[in-house]
């Protein structure tokens, strides 16, 4: 199952991502941003980093990209898109999820071992794990704080759109804590905390339940590698 890792410059967690689908039975295959092929690839992965220097809006640039009008044209078709970080702020840009991200509220960029709950199980990035099942897992961010108006909110939450939402901790202000979302087929999901951080022993959340262990990241991957392989 080969899972395409694109890097923009300024990517800094396309290796890290790319690692990820290797330990969960995936073959990654590294895509470039210049590039208009996605070279057959079974899904996508955008990832974290600061693309093109954060200027302009963060992932504002990168998603107009040459190989985001590729991503666009098969995300429509169904294929299995995640954003990360960077790559979750680059799905809103390109409008393949709705709301924004913007400046956290207390204007500091934070790095910490996150809780997050799982809200919605039913996309190919998120059946690895159980409804309403509590993670750890690494975010890192300085413009993480989801936003939208009230008519948008209500739909995400009334059509269950929220993947991820933020437990013990809101760590940037985003509107009902939400850290994650699916678009409404459910093949694009985005997330602000790093779950390709968390799939080996020894690096993830260095936590009292998870000392130096955490590897609740790595359901992202293997759920996915699952689905796809069937």
């Not at 210049?34 to 996508?44: I, R, T």
Request: net charge negative.
């Amino acid at each position: 199952m080969r899972v395409g890792i694109i890097t923009f410059p300024g990517s800094l967690d396309d290796r890290d991502a790319a690692r990820a689908v290797e330990i969960s039975g995936g073959e990654p295959v590294m895509l470039w941003h210049g590039d208009h092929d996605l070279q057959g690839v079974e899904a996508v992965i955008l990832p974290g980093g600061f693309s093109y220097g954060d200027y302009l809006r963060c992932g504002a640039i990168a998603s107009h990209s040459a190989i985001m009008r590729e991503v666009k044209d098969a995300a429509a078709k169904g294929l299995p898109v995640l954003g990360i970080c960077n790559g979750f702020q680059m799905l809103m840009e390109a409008h393949l999820l709705p709301g924004g991200l913007i400046r956290n509220d207390h204007g500091r960029f934070i790095c910490r071992d996150q809780g997050l709950r799982v809200e919605n199980i039913d996309t190919p990035w998120t059946r690895g794990y159980e409804q309403d099942e509590e993670i750890v897992i690494p975010l890192k961010n300085g413009e993480g704080s989801f936003i939208a108006d009230d008519e948008t909110l209500r739909r995400i939450e009334g059509e269950g759109q929220v993947t991820f939402r933020y437990l013990g901790v809101n760590p940037n202000g985003s509107m009902n804590d939400i850290a994650g979302l699916r678009n409404e087929a459910g093949n694009v999901v985005g997330l602000m905390p790093h779950p390709e951080h968390a799939v080996e022993p020894g690096y993830g959340p260095d936590i009292a339940e998870r000392m130096r262990s955490g590897i609740d990241g790595r359901g992202m991957f293997m759920g996915l590698v699952r689905e796809l392989v069937g």
